[in-house]
């Protein structure tokens, strides 16, 4: 994979477009067609809905985990298109909606036909089939801690979030500090499953694309067609190469799916210990299981149940 200082961020570049709604009043979409080859579709939940309107009506607060869960998005696209030797020749973008917790989505009119895939619901395959809490993945810690009111211009959601946690308005009197200096930060555990989900989507098409494609790869965006090209580029096509991915994610774990679209089970067992013998508690991971490797022990869960590490 890409080393983290050959990423080019672009958490500085504006969107190429924002869609609003309520007459221009509320965002509820960014997009970056032009000049991209491929389009990846995102829906997220970045307004909370509003008070008793099951879905139907966005509310005015933002819901600072997906804003995360949406910034997991974007460092997996600026990875994956820094990388020479994950669809190479392919440059990536993005049109993604805010869902305001919408199950149906019917609150905005959203086309989906000219994305090859929709990560909202390649998440919610990872999320529904792996219980895991994740530990903080460094690398996007990193990247999120970069983000500040000033310099986040891609995300137009990540001012209102900025400013409800700093309690700043319209960026004055902001600290310019990241979110992750906060006492009480801690990374949202599902980042890692978007971050697998996007990566999935993209080794699917590299798949297709070199099974399909003459190479190198000559691809023409405005008909998402190749030179070449033996099967058309559709998400019906698309999809028995996303079912066969089997490949080691920037978040350390092997994805693969099984038959019934099930990813492999992961769990992590945590529970609230001292810290370093002081008075305040912290999260640690004591157990963690996985199907490969079955039961893990962590030292400290010997030293908080005296549990033999080799039991």
Known sequence: SVQSSDVQFQYDTPPESTLTTDGGNRINGVQDRRGKDIILGGLFTVHNDAEGSAGAKCGNKVWGQGIELLEA???????????????????????????????????????????????????SIFEMSESVISELIGKFHSYFSKLTASTN???????????????????????????????????????????????????????F????????????????????QKKTFNRHNLK???????????????VFFKETWAIEGRYNIKNFQVNNGSTAYKLMTVFNWDEQTGLYKYPNATAQFGIDQES
């Open 73 to 123: 998005m974007f460092y997996a696209l600026d990875n994956i298109n820094s990388d020479p030797d994950l669809l190479p020749n392919i440059t990536l973008g993005y049109d993604i909606r805010d869902t305001c917790q919408s199950a149906a989505f019917n609150h905005f009119e959203y086309n989906a036909d000219f994305c090859s895939s929709i990560v909202g619901l390649s998440f």
């Open 240 to 254: 028995d190469y996303f079912k066969s991915v089997n490949f080691t994610s920037p978040t350390g774990k092997n």
């Open 209 to 228: 694309i070199q099974d399909n494609c003459q190479q190198p790869v000559v691809w023409f965006s405005n008909n998402q067609t190749c030179v070449g």
């Open 153 to 207: 211009k891609r995300n137009p959601w990540y001012i209102s979030y900025y400013e409800e946690v700093f309690k700043c308005t319209n960026g004055i009197n902001c600290s310019n500090s990241s979110i992750t200096s906060v006492d009480d930060y801690m990374q949202f555990p599902y980042v890692a499953n978007v971050i697998d989900a996007v990566y999935s989507i993209a080794h699917a098409m590299d798949t």
